[in-house]
């Protein structure tokens, strides 16, 4: 060991020895430069952390110099939020709180260890603002975006709830840190839990956990179990969403999740929190009670502001002192709860009768009045405009889903055929039209007016439920996914539809299709009196113009022939569609339905200014509707749209470029445009998409029409036919004159068996013998075709009687032509071919006719044998083939019935003097009453049998 220790010190002279000659000097420079680097490092870090720090404090203080002065009067009493309409008038307030205030030493252990393992596991450790909580807040926020987690304090959620904006900002939360921070230095953590529990929002305009447990469970704070313990814990994040009567199976959730916080924190067992969390939200609450705070004026539509700022950012109507300016029109709202709320317009079947109606303004979406319900005396009570999700839509939701969506994506015309036939699901299961009828072929456009279901299933089946579903998106519904595939769908078979969800979709038809979501909130002002928030409501293209427009041109004439016929306002431009629901065979077992009932009945229409939908029912399934009150929804819409528009200008639809309308031969298909000479019977006019319409023309009719033109070329007509006697040479002369084109020839005979052949307008027979009678026939012929022949005839007078050749007593044989009639006896200046031909045997073929034999073939025949083919016939043995038919022995085909029995009719064959107009259109007019009992009937057009959707649509 000395060895080596000698050795190590020798060395270690030697080293020295021989240092000035090495390099050590240099090789402990480096040293020198690394120590030097890593302290400029440090230095410089120190020196950025301080400046962050300053920069910090700086930014932090800035933030907070605005920030408002503790007030104990806000830390405990809520200010009241006022409601301004669409022109800036007040309306009413909303605050009127429920609050029972509890003491801090009042609080169960239980009630407290779930709030605080919840909102705050370390309330009595922080001051205020807990740093731990902070930093694992922050690492969500980097990763998930800012605002995605929160770290709130129950201090500071206090501080948020008396004196700062809910608004998730930088800003925001650092004053809220600050007051937080000097709430905890004024007072005790046992004041401030205090104050939160008594100040926290509990949905149902409910404030405090006390007054929640007696809401919710009718039970004082100290005989609540577990599980509704934690349920009262949990709702304060967001609690109109863990409503427990509004939503048991979100409050359940949310309850288990406390339940899990309290395990956590070791505030319970585990076997405890499996226990609590077996037990049904549902079987543990109260009966609900119905409302007794003091009514509000426009309850149903306030309640839905209340709910539309709560969702704007979490703003607090009833405590947070804002100004709110809504989208309400008050005439309409009044007008609204005035025909719902009294009989005065409408008579109601029963008091249970209930209707939810949602009139929107079709080009902004601003909602401008809301029928929640019939009766409705109280705030926050059920809402059918809004919370009706359970019902059936019905046929209503065709257009949206089945023929929107063909036009959308498949570019089909207002003419695409469909096929009215037997058909089935794609499972087999077999669908029907209302009524079991079918029409067999028929167009889009007639399939929708009459609501055929078999069509609206085909049309479902060609565009696809992911289209269909993405058209339904498009336009603000969106269907649960256990129902989104079902083909049922097509008919309106789905749930979780309310009014106001499809006024905003049919709003996107009017508003050329841009759809905006219904809203009726547009701006509010919060307490401090200079932050201004606006509701982001933007809109957004839900569909091409062309699909909005043909979808409306075909609606339009659901109102004006089709099932919406009752919903119909003469003048106004309107568009609609009728929706219907039925019951299920064992329904109608079970409860005694009757087969014509139904639960529910729908309407949706709208102008280019106003948007409404409709339904009707009762709040129970086992309470239907008769066919009567069926119709009272189409009665509500009708009245209600009289009302808005009375004094408003209403624009029709503005068809867009992308448009074309055609005239289509009927029945053709597919379609081929109708070419000249189609009669007004044969074609139709259809709207296509710009680019995707036919180019095949129809000409049947233009070639008949052709040759029809030549062979009137060819014809000729023999005029001025007259027979005249030459007693110097006792022969008759017969003279003529010819109208045509063509070189005729002519043929006479005469009745005594002699005939002559002339290219000349007269022929002369010899022998005539006086007292004798001769008639001559003149046939004419062109190119070798008879076109016309004539008659006359003579009785050669005896002794020295003057030539009989008067025409006023020997009046042509010629027969009148079909479209013309004769005039009676008081009647010089009507008949033969006059619109009004009144007192003779034949009444006038296109007008009104009174007394003659054969009612018109157009207007209203009256007191005829045989009444109008189209107008009304009264009095007649037959009524009119489609007008009314009144006082003959057979009705009208498709017009009125028939009464007044044989001898109804006005003037018998002499008829009456006066004469009626022609109708307008053919089979729309009416005729004279008859004489006796007969009543008169204006001819309708009658829809096909069984035009009617899921269940009776009419």
């Known amino acids: 060991m000395s060895d080596q220790y000698n050795s190590r010190i020798e060395r270690r002279k030697k080293q020295k020895k021989r240092a000035p000659q090495n390099t050590a000097p240099a090789a402990k420079k480096p040293k020198k430069k690394k120590s030097s680097l890593a302290k400029k490092i440090f230095l410089t870090f120190a020196a950025l952390f301080l400046l962050m720090l300053a920069g910090g404090l700086g930014t932090f203080a800035l933030m907070v110099k605005d920030a408002p002065k503790l007030d104990e009067g806000l830390l405990h009493d809520p200010i009241s939020s006022k409601i301004y309409d669409m022109n800036g008038d007040f309306v009413t307030s909303v605050g009127s709180q429920k609050r029972d205030y509890v003491k801090y030493e009042d609080i169960p252990p239980l009630v407290r260890d779930a709030i605080l393992a919840t909102e705050d596991a370390r309330f009595f450790k922080h001051h205020g603002v807990d740093i731990i909580r902070i930093g694992g807040a922050a690492i969500k926020n980097v990763t998930n975006g800012f605002g995605s987690e929160g770290a709130s304090t129950i201090t500071q959620q206090v501080v948020k709830m008396s004196f700062l904006s809910p608004d998730k900002t930088i800003k925001r939360k650092a004053q809220e840190a600050w007051l937080a921070y000097q709430l905890d230095k004024e007072y005790s953590k046992e004041e401030i839990f205090e104050m939160y529990v008594n100040k926290v929002f509990m949905s149902d305009r409910i404030f405090g956990i006390k007054e929640a447990a007696n809401h919710y469970f009718g039970k004082e704070l100290d005989e609540l179990t577990l599980p ?40 319970i067992s585990t076997s405890d929190m499996e226990k609590a969390k077996q037990t049904s939200v549902a079987d543990q609450l109260a009966e609900q009670k119905p409302d007794t705070g003091p ?142 009828s079918y029409m067999g072929p028929l167009s889009m456009r007639t399939a929708l007016t009459y609501s055929r279901n078999i069509p609206a299933l085909q049309t479902y089946k060609k565009v696809g439920h992911e289209k269909a579903n993405e058209f339904l998106n498009n336009v603000g519904i969106q269907l649960a996914k256990s129902q989104s595939e079902n083909e049922s769908n097509s008919i309106g078979a789905m749930s979780g539809i309310s009014p106001l969800d499809l006024s905003g979709a049919y709003a996107a038809f009017g508003n050329g299709g841009t759809y905006i979501k219904p809203h009726t909130v547009k701006k509010i002002v919060l307490a401090d009196g200079d932050t201004e928030v606006r509701n982001p409501i933007k809109p957004k293209k839900a569909m091409n113009d062309y699909t909005a427009y043909m979808i409306t041109d075909m609606l339009k004439d659901v109102v004006k022939e089709g099932t919406g016929r009752r919903a119909n306002i003469p003048g106004l431009p309107l568009a609609g569609k009728t929706g219907t629901t039925n019951y299920t065979e064992k329904e109608k077992r079970e409860w005694n339905i009757p087969s014509s009932a139904a639960p529910d009945s729908w309407f949706v229409g709208y102008t280019s200014n106003y948007t409404a939908a409709i339904w009707t029912g009762y709040e ?22 009289e009302e808005v528009s009375s004094d408003k200008e209403t624009k029709n639809f503005k068809k867009p470029n992308s448009v074309v309308e055609l005239p289509i031969k009927k029945g053709s298909n597919p379609a081929e445009i109708a070419g000249a000479g189609t009669p007004d019977s044969e ?19 233009k070639d008949k029409k052709d040759d029809e033109d030549k062979e009137k070329e060819k014809e000729g007509k023999i005029e001025n036919l007259t027979a005249s006697y030459d007693t110097s040479s006792q022969s008759i002369k017969v003279s003529w004159s010819f109208g045509g084109k063509g070189t005729p020839s002519f043929a006479v005979s005469s009745s005594t068996g002699e005939s002559q052949s002339t290219s000349g307008t007269s022929a002369v027979f010899g022998n005539a013998q006086p007292g004798n009678s001769y008639s001559y026939t003149v046939t004419a012929t062109v190119d070798g075709q008879t076109v016309d022949t004539a008659s006359t005839s003579i009785t050669v007078p005896t002794g020295e009687e003057p030539p009989a050749n008067s025409d006023e007593d020997n009046p042509p044989a010629t027969q009148p032509d079909d479209d013309q009639s004769t005039p009676g006896d008081n009647d010089n200046d009507n008949g033969n071919g006059n619109d009004n031909g009144n007192g003779g045997n034949t009444g006038g073929n296109n007008g009104g006719n009174n007394g003659g034999n054969t009612g018109g073939n157009n207007g209203g025949g009256n007191g005829g044998n045989t009444g109008g083919n189209n107008g009304g016939g009264n009095g007649g043995n037959t009524g009119g083939n489609n007008g009314g038919g009144n006082g003959g022995n057979t009705g009208g085909n498709n017009g009125g019935g028939s009464n007044g029995g044989n001898t109804g009719g006005n003037g018998g064959s002499t008829g009456g003097n006066t004469s009626k107009p022609p109708v307008t259109p053919p089979g729309g007019g009416t005729g004279t009453p008859p004489a006796s009992g007969g009543n008169t009937q204006q001819g309708t057009p009658t829809p096909p049998a069984g035009a009617q959707t899921q269940s009776t649509d009419e």
Do not use: C
């Open 228 to 267: 509704e313990a934690a349920l009262i814990a949990g709702m304060p994040q967001s609690p109109n969403n863990y409503n427990p009567f509004k939503h048991p199976d979100r409050a359940e959730k949310r309850r288990n999740v406390v339940l899990s916080l309290m395990e956590q924190h070791h505030k």
């Open 295 to 436: 009514a509000k004026k426009f309850n149903a539509y306030i309640d839905m502001v209340v709910e539309e700022v709560q969702k704007m950012g979490g703003y607090n109507p009833y405590s947070d002192g804002l100004k709110i300016y809504t989208t309400l029109d008050p005439k309409a709202q009044t007008y609204m709860e005035k025909l719902l709320d009294t009989e005065e317009i409408i008579n109601y079947p029963s008091e249970k009768f209930q209707a939810g109606i949602s009139l929107i303004d079709t080009k902004t979406g601003e909602v401008r009045a809301i029928g929640g319900g019939r009766n409705q005396k109280v705030e926050r009570g059920f809402n059918y405009a809004v919370d009706l999700k359970q019902r059936q839509p019905g046929s209503v939701i065709k257009p949206l889903i089945d023929y929107g969506p063909a036009i959308e994506y498949l570019k089909w015309s207002t003419y695409q055929q469909l096929d009215d036939r037997p058909d089935t699901y794609s499972n087999g299961t077999p669908i029907r039209n209302a009524g079991g």
């Open 620 to 641: 129970s399934k086992k309470e239907y509707l008769s066919k009567d009150s069926q119709n009272i929804s189409k009665q509500l819409f009708k009245h209600l749209m």
């Open 683 to 701: 074609k139709v006019y259809e709207l296509f998409i710009k680019g995707e319409e036919p180019k095949k023309v129809f000409n049947d009719f």
